[in-house]
């Protein structure tokens, strides 16, 4: 079992491009939560989604930002026209049911706006 | 309300040292109290969590002491080594359901040899 896999770990964009961050779910794992780091800060909640449905997503930014995951294929969370303030490392968690309490993280992208 | 409230920052202790780490809230509704521990580079890792019907739960060196009517509670590391040296979170959520984990900001920890 390879744990949950995000996607780059590292990713540098421009102001004004997209980055798209990529997680795979620990296998039977269907429920997956992102968290954003700021730096010196603790982990924010952004969004909790099922297969094919976001379950919450009241961390989220109102712009810019969207969460997805697909029936098949990794969760993407999706930052456009990003900006210097995005510069965080974000964190992908799952766990195999509706209680959270199972969660294991990934060990991150880390995005740098430059 | 919906703050978790960490101190210290930051925290250096020598090699058999007992460093505590203590976090603070508001919300009465929270009822789970996790602590987690990230190296650098990674994510994340679950310690120890407690809730609020005892008042103390150890598993090996680690060990939560919680105050519910203080709406505290703190993190201590029996004989600490250097490999302990990492960031520690601690969180709170409700139950029931999916519940966000709310963290607080962070305590690094360095064990000196």
């Known amino acids: 079992n390879a744990g949950v896999m995000q996607n780059p770990r590292h990713l540098v964009r421009r102001r004004g491009q997209e980055a798209r961050l990529r997680c795979s779910p620990m296998?039977?794992?269907?429920?997956v939560y992102w968290y954003r780091q700021l730096p010196e800060e603790g982990l924010k909640f952004m969004v909790y989604?099922?297969?094919?449905?976001?379950?919450?997503e009241s961390g989220m930014p109102k712009e810019r930002f969207s969460a997805e995951f697909p029936k098949e294929g990794p969760s993407i969370l999706r930052i456009q026209q990003v900006v210097r303030g995005d510069s965080a490392a974000y964190f992908c968690?799952?766990?195999?049911?509706?209680?959270?309490?199972?969660?294991?993280f990934g060990s991150g992208t880390r995005l740098t706006v430059v | 309300q919906q703050q978790v409230k960490q101190s210290p920052q930051s925290l250096i202790v020598q090699k058999g040292g007992i460093p505590i780490i203590n976090c603070a809230y508001e919300?009465?509704?929270?009822?789970?109290f996790p602590w987690y521990q990230q190296f650098p580079g990674k994510g994340p890792a679950l310690l120890i969590a407690?809730?609020?019907?005892?008042s103390e739960k150890k598993e090996g060196r680690f060990t939560i002491s919680f105050n519910k009517s203080a709406k505290q509670f703190s993190l201590h590391i029996m004989d600490s080594q250097p490999g302990d040296s990492a960031t520690y979170f601690c969180a709170a959520s409700g139950s029931g359901g999916f519940q966000k984990l709310v963290f607080g900001t962070g305590t690094r920890l360095l064990v000196s040899p």
């Open positions: 407690i809730r609020p019907d005892v």
């Open positions: 968690a799952s766990s195999a049911l509706r209680d959270f309490y199972g969660y294991t």
């Open positions: 989604l099922q297969k094919e449905n976001i379950i919450d």
């Open positions: 919300n009465t509704a929270f009822d789970y």
């Open positions: 296998k039977g794992h269907s429920h």
